[in-house]
């Protein structure tokens, strides 16, 4: 019991790096549900949406600690049920290089919205990292030699993924009164939520043909590799200071991008690894960040 409560640095470590590759995986097991005929949108909604369902029943037992803030909740599984929902219909539709290199953009947006809404001061080594992934950016979409600025759908998917990823983040260190179980699961509900009105609106179903494996793999992923990467990930961040979490956290676009150059047969340009490791150099900054936690500008003059 005290190897949970109180881990050793060494276990906490090595949680958070097995949490990081679980994220870098997902594409695969994500891939091969479309070859079987499943949409991003119903592969969302019978995996995050139905571990959702389940879990409604923990967030109302926490309701007397977040009804003050239940606004913040609201937005919370919104915000992040969206950024879930089009991550993963990015990574089913489009390249996971790309769609991981413009999705961890998503330092640019922290920084911006805790500037914006919190009236945070922000130091000067995350300025820098927003200035360094914005010309990573450049650098992936074309750079000097002309930048493509013809976004595809799974590209917007990505781009507001990352950022509702950072909003997320910047509502859920505003939500101080709601649980953690609340924040965490409400997100699975907002995503099962917005992939219901997906589905509904395009009219997706689940393929006739679909047999009972594929069922079971499905529910698998939601309730055994979601939940534990997400379990996984809120254990080792508890336990480990936010800039050696951050910089482990890293390993997910490290995993995903190798494995998808190996496994994907997917290739980068030379322009696209120049942006690419410059929006990973952004993003290790952020993380690596030491100053004091930012603080909220004075008001008035």
Sequence with gaps: MSLLTHPSNRVATSVLLFSASLWGLS??????????GLTGPMVSLLSYGVVGLFTCVFIWRQRAAWRPQWGLLLALALVGGWANTSFVNALMLGDVVRVMFLFYLSPVWSVLGGWLFLKERIPPLRWAAVVVALLGLW?????????????????FLALSAGFCFAANNVIARAAQQVPMVSKTFAVFAGCGVISLVATTALGHTVPAHMGLGVWLAVLAYGFVWLLLATATWQFGVTHIESSKAGVILLAELVVAVLTALWF???????LEWAGGALITLAAFAEAIDTSAPPKPQAQGT
């Design 27 to 36: 594409w695969m097991p994500l891939k091969w549900f479309i070859a079987q």
């Design 139 to 155: 650098l992936f979409l074309g750079g000097p030699g002309g930048v493509d600025l013809a976004f595809t759908f799974v590209d």
């Design 264 to 270: 994907g047969d997917e290739s980068m340009t030379g």
